[in-house]
């Protein structure tokens, strides 16, 4: 047996201080990802944390149109809050289609872009994983790897980023606000959540210590008619084989403006730039979607198990750009 240590922070500034004085500490929100991973040997984290007393719950109205959400408000009260869904659906959404109502209730926005990917070879903490132990290896470029990524992927890391909600955001260029020992920054949300690369266990900036803050979402009238799909193995209680976040609009048949993002093909949420850009001031048909979606998926690397993702998510982004553009429910 490991042991833990506990301790509760009265503010910000001593969040950060008790963090910062332990190398084996952990921010403790909701406890669902982090509380998994101590239980299966994964986190080695010695000193949770716990942040549920700092006054970082609220979401807000922002001048423009936008949003500020804090860190602590739970996944069920943003997705249910009344300018998340009137502003950004595709937020709203992307919530709601997240893991279960009692974990929703729980899981707190800052946690839900720190939470670890869903890859059986990081969870089983046994099997070669670079993510878990730096330079063992990937099992999954040679194994299991029909939920992997197809996009972003390095020949160290093929495992997707699995949140919902973090897709929606980079579509919508949401800034991560943070605190920490070495004061306060605003990170791009695009910027946050790191390639795999040579290192694929550093998987976002945050410094040891630094806590998230809140997020803010710039004020954007494409928002109102944004949309989030996921498409898994059930219709319930699953992470993404593919998701998108999508929003366009169109005047005289010619596309004005798009923002576009996959989840669940990516080791990081997707911004799907080059679709965007081919988008702009082309024709707002099926056609172009189409051939949208083919260029943004160019870049794929799928493995054994895994190319059924490609054809999907070509799909997947031209039901989100026709349902967007039509302003229909999915
Ligand atoms: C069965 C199951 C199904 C799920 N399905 C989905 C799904 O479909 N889609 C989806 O998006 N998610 C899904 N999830 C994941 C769930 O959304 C996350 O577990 C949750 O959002 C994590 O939030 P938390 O507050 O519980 O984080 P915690 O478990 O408390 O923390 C997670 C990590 O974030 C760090 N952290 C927490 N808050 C901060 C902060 N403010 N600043 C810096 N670091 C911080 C912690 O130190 C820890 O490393 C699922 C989870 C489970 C267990």
Known sequence: MRPLTYSRARDVGDAIALAAASPASAFLAGGTNEVDLIRA?????????????????????????????????????????????????????????????QLRNMATMGGNLCQRTRCPYLRDGVSPCNKREPGTGCSA????????????????????????VAVALVAFDAVIRTAGPGGERAIAADDFFLLPGDTPEVEHPLAHGELIVGIDVPGEPLGIGSVYLKFRDRQS??????????????????????????????????????????????????????????????????????????????????????????????
Not at 80 to 98: D, E, K, Y
Not at 272 to 299: I, M
């Open 41 to 101: 040997g994964v986190s080695r984290s010695g000193h949770l944390v716990d942040i549920n007393d700092l006054p970082l719950t609220a979401v807000e109205d922002r001048p423009g149109g936008g949003l500020r959400i804090g860190a602590l408000a739970r996944m069920t009260d943003v997705a249910r809050a009344p300018i998340v869904v009137r502003r950004f659906p595709a937020i709203s959404r992307a919530l709601l289609l997240g893991a279960s109502e």
């Open 141 to 164: 470029l040679d194994g299991l790897n029909r939920g992997h990524a197809i996009l972003g992927t390095s020949e160290r890391c093929i495992a997707t980023h699995p949140s919902d």
């Open 237 to 330: 209680y699953e992470f993404a084989l593919v998701s998108v976040a999508a929003a366009v609009e169109a005047e005289d048949g010619i596309v004005t403006g798009v923002r576009l993002a996959l989840g669940g093909v990516g080791t990081k949420p997707w911004r799907a730039r080059r679709a965007e850009a081919a988008l702009v001031g082309g024709p707002a048909d099926e056609a172009a979607f189409r051939r949208a979606a083919a260029l943004e998926l160019d870049a794929a690397v799928p493995r054994r198990y895994n190319a059924f993702k490609v054809e999907l998510a070509r799909r997947a982004v031209v039901r989100g750009l026709t349902h967007s553009l039509r302003g229909a429910r999915p």
